[in-house]
């Protein structure tokens, strides 16, 4: 505010000037005239100074004031815009998610800085969609044993194409370590590159903004703080998988890394899953902690944000109880009556379809020597009636699993390593007509024990018609060895199997060779030989 000293000095100079002089002249009687004069002047002068210096000042006072109107106005200016720009981004960034995606912001705050953090980097995947199954698998580094592949391949054992074509399994790898997951990755391209060609096999990690801090969480339960830390970050990962998971399918199957599945244990779960009311929620098919529970798709956006609500505090298949309570049970009630409730919308199917198999529990220290009593046991071969033969190889047998077992349909039959040249062979008593052979390697409890690179070798009984075939096997698309064997097959991911041509005759012997190292064991489960004598 300005201060005007301009009036102020008129009054001095023409009002109050007299009337002091008069004043003084009358005290003391115009002695002391002059002295009030000089004094009335200076102070004058000092009035015009001081106006002339507070209009300068006051003039420095607009400009400063002016400069910080300036400054805050543009400071204002890039927060407002700042704040409009991380509103908007935030305001695109939930215009594109689902309703039930934009929830995680509540339960998680600290995905708010970072865009991309609910969105996995998928490293392998056909981005199917429109299956009648989708199987999800959290697996993570342990410090012992890992079980992720014979997981896999117990699952994807003995499926047909069509069930194949109707189905994904989603591996997600729950790690931040790049190189780890890389690994993990290219463990399921090189055992798998037909299924991930295919689409059946997708393989995800979780962004490193994905997880919150769990450096301080509350301790409960009498749990240590690494397993309240543990189960805290598997919520997250159960979470995580279920969302993306969800718009792929009908039906969300949830797995673990170290399970085995009985055989067409995806025409079980159909069947069982027709057979019920709409009423259900979850369907059981084991009955140990989060494997083999199924969910509607359509369900999984309300568990997973009841997960969400209560990550830090309970363990998965405890909140998934406590969900169950909240939608049915009384609390008017009884425990009895919550119970049978429950019941009605979780429905267990017997026998279970899968097993736990695992010794080394992703908890650091723990071992789990978990059981489902109900899963019984496995078929681990097949028997057939097969001709009467003398069967050899040159493979070091493991303890009572012989070849003499799996082909008399006792057993399967068990050996250490094959490498390059050894050989199964089973010679008849009698020359005979052979029209289609079977071999199946690999057994669902030993899914991964196959034979690779091998290939299936008739001895034609008749001298004059294996010398023919042999100088003329190519026409017959045949090879022959140097010892008078014909190559009229080979195993494909473990099987092998077809119809042996009728001009070669009466068969003497078949064989299975070897052709390189193999860097597992083998396991033969079912031998059968057809032929048409009676």
């Known amino acids: 505010?300005?201060?005007?000293?301009?009036?102020?000095?008129?009054?001095?100079?023409?009002?109050?000037?007299?009337?002091?002089?008069?004043?003084?002249?009358?005290?003391?009687?115009?002695?002391?005239?002059?002295?009030?004069?000089?004094?009335?002047?200076?102070?004058?002068?000092?009035?015009l100074y001081a106006?002339?210096?507070?209009?300068?000042?006051?003039?420095?006072?607009?400009?400063?004031?002016?400069?910080?109107?300036?400054?805050?106005a543009k400071r204002m200016n890039l927060t407002t815009n700042h704040t409009d720009d991380r509103k908007g981004q935030m305001l695109n960034l939930t215009r594109k998610l689902p309703v039930h995606l934009t929830n995680m912001y509540y339960y998680l705050p600290h995905l708010r800085e970072y865009e991309d953090a609910i969105f996995p980097n998928v490293i392998f995947g056909q981005q199917r969609t429109g299956v009648s199954l989708v199987m999800g698998i959290p697996t993570v580094k342990r410090e012992k044993q890992h079980y992720l592949m014979a997981t896999l391949h117990s699952l994807l054992y003995e499926?047909?194409?069509?069930?194949?074509?109707?189905?994904?399994?989603?591996?997600?790898?729950?790690?931040?370590?790049?190189?780890?997951?890389?690994?993990?990755?290219?463990?399921?391209?090189?055992?798998?590159?037909?299924?991930?060609?295919s689409g059946v096999?997708?393989?995800?990690?979780?962004?490193?903004?994905?997880?919150?801090?769990?450096?301080?969480?509350?301790?409960?339960?009498?749990?240590?703080?690494?397993?309240?830390?543990?189960?805290?970050?598997?919520?997250?990962?159960?979470?995580?998988?279920?969302?993306?998971?969800?718009?792929?399918?009908?039906?969300?199957?949830?797995?673990?890394?170290?399970?085995?599945?009985?055989?067409?244990?995806?025409?079980?779960?159909?069947?069982?899953?027709?057979?019920?009311?709409?009423?259900w929620m979850i369907l059981e098919f084991s009955q140990l902690g989060f494997i083999g529970k199924l969910f509607k798709s359509e369900d999984l956006p309300l568990i997973v944000e009841f997960f969400l609500m209560f990550y830090k505090d309970k363990p998965i298949d405890w909140l998934l109880d406590h969900l169950l309570?909240?939608?049915?049970?009384?609390?008017?009630?009884?425990?009895?009556?919550?119970?049978?409730?429950?019941?009605?919308?979780?429905?267990?199917?017997?026998?279970?379809?899968f097993q736990h198999v695992g010794t080394y529990s992703s908890l650091a220290g723990k071992i789990q020597n978990l059981k489902d009593k109900d899963f019984g046991k496995n078929l681990l071969h097949k028997s057939h009636n097969n001709p009467p033969a003398k069967v050899n190889t040159s493979l070091r047998i493991y303890q009572q699993y012989t070849l003499e077992k799996v082909y008399e349909g006792k057993d399967c039959f068990w050996a250490s390593a094959p490498v390059a040249g050894d050989y199964l062979s089973f010679t008849?008593?009698?020359?005979?007509?052979?029209?289609?052979?079977?071999?199946?390697?690999?057994?669902?409890?030993?899914?991964?024990?196959?034979?690779?690179?091998?290939?299936?070798?008739?001895?034609?009984?008749?001298?004059?018609?294996?010398?023919?075939?042999?100088d003329n096997g190519s026409k017959?698309?045949?090879?022959?060895?140097?010892?008078?064997?014909?190559?009229?097959?080979?195993?494909?991911?473990?099987?092998?199997?077809?119809?042996?041509?009728q001009s070669i005759g009466k068969i003497q012997a078949i064989r299975l060779s070897v052709n390189s190292d193999s860097p597992v064991w083998a396991l033969l489960s079912e031998v059968l030989i057809k032929t048409s004598e009676k």
């Open 1 to 47: 505010m300005r201060l005007r000293y301009g009036p102020l000095l008129s009054v001095l100079c023409l009002g109050a000037f007299p009337l002091l002089w008069y004043a003084a002249w009358q005290r003391n009687q115009g002695n002391d005239f002059d002295m009030y004069q000089s004094q009335l002047l200076e102070l004058r002068q000092r009035l």
């Open 51 to 72: 106006e002339k210096e507070n209009k300068r000042r006051s003039q420095e006072l607009s400009s400063a004031l002016d400069e910080i109107k300036h400054i805050i």
């Open 159 to 197: 499926l047909s194409e069509e069930q194949k074509d109707d189905c994904v399994i989603i591996i997600f790898v729950a790690e931040v370590n790049e190189e780890y997951i890389n690994s993990v990755a290219e463990s399921v391209k090189t055992s798998f590159p037909g299924e991930i060609q």
């Open 201 to 279: 096999l997708e393989v995800i990690s979780p962004p490193t903004s994905y997880y919150p801090d769990l450096s301080n969480l509350k301790k409960a339960f009498g749990d240590s703080e690494d397993r309240v830390r543990w189960r805290t970050k598997q919520n997250l990962d159960y979470s995580f998988l279920m969302l993306y998971a969800q718009p792929k399918g009908t039906f969300y199957l949830q797995l673990e890394d170290d399970i085995i599945a009985k055989p067409d244990y995806i025409q079980g779960i159909k069947n069982f899953a027709a057979q019920q009311s709409k009423e």
């Open 325 to 353: 309570c909240v939608k049915v049970c009384n609390p008017e009630r009884d425990a009895i009556h919550c119970e049978k409730e429950k019941a009605k919308l979780r429905i267990r199917a017997k026998p279970s379809l």
């Open 428 to 470: 008849f008593l009698k020359p005979l007509k052979v029209e289609k052979y079977f071999f199946r390697s690999g057994n669902i409890e030993h899914p991964g024990d196959k034979l690779f690179n091998t290939t299936v070798e008739v001895l034609p009984a008749d001298e004059i018609p294996r010398k023919e075939l042999i």
């Open 476 to 501: 017959f698309n045949y090879s022959a060895t140097k010892d008078g064997y014909l190559k009229i097959g080979a195993f494909e991911n473990g099987i092998a199997e077809g119809s042996i041509d």
